[in-house]
């Protein structure tokens, strides 16, 4: 268990489309729901007993990699950052909110890397 939420940064070259992230979200949580905030720039995720798992912020494109490098722990020399998506794992149990996480960077060719 963890006190405090857990901030993650997805680097990709393809956008994350509700679309993508939905399949990947039901593959893990068939059952599970999904709330959107804000005209869907927002996603929060849910499992099956409406336990929050993941929050999945509108991507961005990244105008400054040197900043964007220096924000996260380990950015990948080799992968280009040309869009940023932040998501929040929240309090207590991450690992369920970092598999999704970890799912829809793998369905986008990404990577999922923590803020600093």
Known sequence: ?????????MLSDVMPSQ?????????LHPNGQVAHFLDGAVLQ????EWCPLLTVYETAPVFDSVGARASIRGAP??????LWTE??????ELAPG???AERIAAA???VIRERV
């Open 1 to 9: 268990m963890c006190d405090v939420p857990l901030e993650l940064v």
């Open 19 to 27: 679309e993508l992230q939905f399949g990947a979200a039901k593959g």
């Open 45 to 48: 995720y849910f499992d099956a």
């Open 77 to 82: 020399a080799s992968l280009s950052l040309s």
């Open 87 to 92: 998501m929040t794992v929240p309090a207590g």
């Open 98 to 100: 970092r598999e999704l």
């Open 108 to 110: 986008t060719a990404g």
